[in-house]
């Protein structure tokens, strides 16, 4: 059943459904410029990345933001679990995309960074739609140097760990990302924290790196053995200790690919989207969060759409969260049906 | 592995695989007019509502009845848990298709209505195959007609409340059948229990409006909180409370996408099929159900027939209750494996 | 996120990513005769039975065999729980596939059965890969035969029970198997341990057969209800009890169809990728299991190889178990991130 | 745009859409018996043959008939091109479908001779839907044993000539009917015409045993370089050349695979619809057809039904083609806007 | 390979691949508002039509629009066979979509209708965008109240004739727009031209009321006898014979199903893209054209876009040849490799 | 039916169906080594070349080496047309991938040129298997390199030109490899010859460089207007005039996406296989042919192996006129039923 009507009510958008009318994220307005994001400040901007030249096996992020935008099931307004109309407390604007020339690794994550630091340097919330994940190199960089370089913890779900020196010659590579931001010092290793790692990659010797340099992990067999609760708890308090701000990296391929076959290395056994909806949502609201990326859609493989929604509504948790905590500093509370979250 | 041997034994169906011979629900008898229903008086009545046009989203629940009779893989009739082979308990028989004309709302309601009020008046179970929920209005409050006009509950899992009052200027829309029928005061709201809702509507006014009339819901997370078998007792208790009969409807978007993408308006994080399939026993073996229906299966968008079996099952643990509590009346007992349910 | 760096350097492999180069399974060496098999005595073989002509509903697992070397994501070879570099503990070769001639049931039993058994005679572990559920009347055979005749145990993860007499008239059916290998006496029933049954087949003579001979069950309704460790568990010490050597039979379709839609007889309220991965791994490590198959991959069916990598990582489960007791054996530890298992 | 306004003038059908009420054939009545075939001894009986036990490739044409009755597109029942309704002068049945159990050839192909016979005796036209071409064997036998051992010839669109005397050790084999067929005297060779051949097979040695036969052979070759329409003309004038009867059987494979991807061995480089609906007309108006067959139409490899739909019109023009000769030998003539044949 | 950069010096939109930045018709600018149209007064305005309430078989077309949009590949701007860079000579906007507010038909025609008149009384282009075929109703009615009602001829591709009176009851099915149309006068029969009619629908009554109308119509056989060129040049005659202005009606069924899966009405048989491409491209640079729709292309049917991409390249032919006749009406001539048309 | 009885007596390979055993071309030897080759000397060699980094639009065809391998259907290997067993007349190896490490451009190109080097240099028939179209330029380099530079003319099959000088600044794009080829002088301009452009794309001024330096176009304009047969003639004519050597290149894109939706940039109103599968042949027939390459062939886009079969018949169309120049040079005539080519 359907949400437009009250997507209608909250942004008065008069195409009706959401397969109508223009295909911005969620029906926001549409920003391109940075002279405009500057006048408007907003409190989000969504950001594509639609470069997928990094990976390894099935490529096809680069369709991502597209199908975030126009595909997705736009899913209402209000959620449900907070009891909040979500535009209502927070402005979020579509920035539309990073150009990413076909084939150009250098160049399409130069406009990458620029992008999110036009973002950032503003003030606004970067939301990042990829895209492989090395476009969180530029992206997490671009954070940092906005927000204080060295200075911003990452939160990372994945079924890998992406912090290989180099792969196959590749040192740009969607396996090297996490190494690039911990070598040049933009994000720090002790607020460095995974969960979901699983399946059969990196070997021990970039383990070995990985502890050296303070970074923390929490597998999926964790995961599975005590349940998502308990682990989303201590990543947290791993990642905010004596940490002035957090950059959230969603590889969707740490849900399991039943849940999430549009994606470019699938690896069986991971999480289910009841959990990981629900982990965005406490990381959202109780950890300094500035930045967010949502990446390894790839649209190509997926059915029906079923991955893309899934990412859709991690943005959806994480806009909800923070628009939960504005609403809470203004001494607001939850409607019907909200819960406390 | 193959079942069909076992229901060649049960039903005498000498064609062999399920997917040959003539495509009736399970290969039951076929009885379209109201005078072979009344000759045979069978326990239970399947009644096709081929209708999608008050869908918002995704449209294809057309083609809902049609699949889950010819393309779903016909499971056999021994249900394992309970022990029973079915058709020996409960004459099941597949009365056909209400006539949903293409395109007009009004005339298709009316002879859903009609048709399953054919089937209740006669003292027969209906059990309604989607169509998308609209369907919900006429076929309930049919069942209201004959049964007792305020005097049903209504045990609901869906994603989402479906207590809308108009959307988009549609009164008849997939998201505003609940309305009616409380509305009407063929359902009385101190005994409609939803559970699953979750996502992102309907806005708060509605669940509002949904308090004030005294329906109650188990929204999603409470599931994930507590566990469905919690929350399961719960409803049950509410549902049945001071009621004389219940109907059932199961809108298969309450089912995690992964494992229904078949559908219009999916909402990731929903229930799994494990969990569903034991609430809908639950139910059917510990309230007074008159009727139930199975609702917004979208052939167009299911893959290997995941969705469609999912929907064919709900209809099979109803049976199979049914059946079980027959049993249970003349003094038998299950046979192996069947374990107390 | 990639592992192919991981495998060339384990392997050798100077083709770079796992799509290029020759699709031999996990890439590992291809020695089709029994020749070379003797002259290298590798600890296990993969061996492929590209067979579906016994299949009741939906064909097409003849292709599994070919889906699981070419098509399957190649997850790299360093098991992370485990902490271990497979290959360096374990030969592993590929030995090709049994002669299946199509539509010819006797005669590709009898190749199955004869490819299956030189490898059991040559004291290497074969790993199955079907191929229908019939394939393991021929292969279970050969290795009661190589082994032990009436001395192996058999551990079966299915959805169905497999232990009909004759369905349709075909004593070689995939749901016949289990019945033909207790008959035979190859495989004994005090040791024949089933894990996920569900549904509505087989009918309850069939499961007082099954008592009458021995056998034991576990219904999925048992997995939900106490947990798939504590049933794992229970189900090893059944299997191993007084049992020289154990055979492990995964019919892919205990997984829930949204996580495995690529197969023929597919079952709603299955068992989910990460419960299922583990009880493997934990079988391996903790019973003498000398052969092992996974059966009714149907890729016609299946969508972005979510199915076919399932079962593909079943085998590294297999493999990695299989290297850590080797490892533990000779006094090794587990590498990071390894936990204990 | 709609045909089902038409069909229920014609039929009488109630159901509205196609997709709704009893799936058989063209919505024709259902007649599974002798006693009832003899009773009305319609014109033409539809008969099923689920059978793909003898396929080289990929299987699925099993499910061939039960797609042909559920899934195709119902278009109507006013032929345009004639100018006819075409079931005012067609009595049409479906008589169900010949039991073939799974995996079992000789039992299947007994019984579908054993139906085919049925109908063909008491004077029926037989429409056979297969099934994997294998079913021609037992099929045309059973129509040469009731119209006329040696006496019937017969037309055959196929890219491949099926008239390998043994395949792997296979004599039942989809590449073998036509092979058994003249070797037992059912069909005479010079009234045997094939259309279509291409690619990379049989090999020569087989052309010559057919051509030592007096078969004939039109390859795809031909039909590029000289039209179909030529083409046809002169494979007509050969099959019905001194023959009394002729059995039609095509392979959908003939259809180049962009027409038809739901088949198990497709051959780039054939023909289109167009062309092959107008032969099929072209030869049921101008031969003895006494019988016909429609096989390798496999459904899991279909999209869309576009394979299922162009079958489906074969039979259609087989029908209105033989009720236009009814029409005219009634001195009917055709309505707008039919134009002369 | 790719035309963006040719689209980009063109239309200086500096997001790079067409699957970046925003989605709107071949990235035109988006003018929603009448204002916004007046200001401009482009010669061409894209109007979607997301509707698809009036179907009788396979919905899906509401999300036509949304598909052209975001999903086609954007083939560049310049026409080779023309040798034209479009842009430069035809001003086209994307004015966004007529509200279709779900279920409701009246409220979505009459939406429509104005949108349409809206643009058409401006003196603008409308090139329509279904939604299934009952909007050429009001499309095709506002036309004619803007150009001069009675005065426009309609050349009308599709297998369907779509001149049923009432279909199952319902007088605004996608079968019955052009019986409207010509009704009320809006368009005359005279210059009612159709070409690609096929299959078994409608019945004869409706060709009599065609014919007493004055329509004419040219079968797909007549396209198959003849060859498309010669048939094109005669309906072209007909359609503008004493006719001041002319509407094109591209229904994507003409198209074989092997071309154009995508789509709710499927009938095996139709024209091929070549011929259809050229055919338009023709009508558009000989005839007064001042209007055009493409309907009935439903993309959860359609499989790599490739229905989709059919339908943009139709509108490209469209703009292409409306540029080539100003260009021509301005003395310029075709650049390389452009030949005349 | 099926081919591989043929293909077992011509190559000797036990395991029978095409499915099963080792996935190398055709099932033919794989030598990756150089060593390997020099010692053998086959005829042609095929070479994969995984590449799809430079690709515009829909990415994918990393995995065609792959999926021609190991998904198509083995056609048999007796061409019908010209009557010979290929492998009988032509020594074809499979020569294994040039190592393409993810997302490097230039590593990528280099290792293709060298290990196309290897091969030409040998002497033997380089055979590449896409892989996007800049794999032309190092593969093609590398044939001028061995063959004599300037002495190699280009005969191109393609929708588009690919003769663009920079792509939004990618001068390695799958849009410019041709333009690299006649600046470095590898190819010349006047015996480079493309077939089948259509569409919007490139713009006059690269079409004005081609004029400039020689080339020779065919739009598939005029192969729709002259025929198919006509326009080869010419193309061939103008392809070998004067000209010591021929290298063809086969976009797959060159069909219509009817009939190869498996790509990258598909363009309506393409070729159909049977043209160009003879075209192709003529060619391999008519000229000095040197080497081949096949591309664009995008698996993930692809259905039913529709577009990765006709791929396939392109290499055997070349390996079969090949091997009938060698016959006929032998003094060698067509067995049945092959006719002159």
Redesign the interface.
């Given at each position: 059943?359907?949400?437009?009507?009250?997507r209608?009510?909250?942004v008065g958008n008069?195409?009706?459904?959401?397969?109508?009318?223009?295909?911005?994220f969620c029906g926001r307005p549409?920003l391109?410029s940075e002279a405009e994001l500057l006048a408007r400040r907003p409190d989000v901007a969504v950001v594509?990345a639609?470069f997928?030249?990094?990976?390894?096996?099935?490529?096809?992020a680069?369709?991502g933001?597209?199908a975030l935008?126009?595909?997705a099931?736009d899913?209402?307004?209000?959620?449900?679990?907070l009891?909040i109309?979500?535009f209502d407390w927070l402005d979020v604007v579509d920035a539309?995309?990073a150009?990413?020339?076909?084939?150009?690794?250098e160049?399409s994550h130069a406009n990458i960074r620029a992008k999110v630091h036009e973002v950032a340097r503003a003030g606004v919330f970067p939301l990042v739609l990829g895209g492989d994940?090395s476009i969180t190199w530029p992206a997490a960089t671009a954070v940092a140097e906005a927000v204080g370089w060295g200075e911003v913890g990452l939160l990372h779900f994945?079924?890998?760990?992406?912090t290989?020196d180099?792969?196959?010659?590749?040192l740009?590579?969607?396996?090297t990302p996490m190494r690039r931001l911990i070598e040049s010092g933009a994000i720090r290793g002790r607020n460095f924290v995974q969960v979901g790692?699983?399946?059969?990659?990196?070997?021990?010797d970039v383990?070995?790196w990985m502890?050296e340099n303070g970074l923390r992990?929490h597998?999926?067999?964790e995961v599975?053995d005590r349940g998502s609760r308990a682990v989303i708890a201590d990543a947290i308090a791993e990642a905010v200790d004596g940490c002035k701000a957090l950059y959230l990296s969603v590889?969707i391929d740490v849900l399991?690919?039943?849940?999430?076959?549009?994606t470019g290395?699938?690896?069986?056994?991971?999480m289910?989207?009841?959990?990981l909806?629900?982990a965005v949502r406490q990381i959202a609201l109780d950890t300094p969060l500035v930045a967010a990326d949502i990446v390894e859609v790839s649209p190509?493989?997926?059915?029906?759409?079923?991955t893309v929604?899934?990412a859709h509504?991690i943005a959806?948790e994480v806009f909800a969260a923070l628009a939960h905590r504005r609403r809470t500093a203004a001494g607001g509370t939850p409607?019907?049906?909200g819960?406390a979250p």
């Open positions: 059943m359907p949400p437009y009507a009250a209608e009510a909250a008069p195409d009706g459904p959401g397969y109508a009318g223009l295909a911005t549409w391109e594509g639609p997928d030249v990094a990976t390894t096996h099935r490529p096809g680069r369709f933001p597209r935008r126009a595909s099931y899913p209402g307004t209000y959620h449900l679990d009891g109309e979500i539309g995309d150009h990413c020339p076909h084939g150009l690794t160049a994940h994945d079924a890998h760990a992406d290989a180099i792969i196959d010659g590749n740009a590579s969607h396996g790692l699983r399946g059969y990659w990196p070997p021990p383990f070995a502890r992990w597998l999926m067999h599975w590889d399991d690919p039943g849940f999430a076959p549009g290395t699938p690896e069986p056994g991971g289910n989207p009841a959990d909806l629900r190509p493989f997926d059915h029906a759409d079923t929604n899934s509504r959806m409607d019907l049906p819960t």
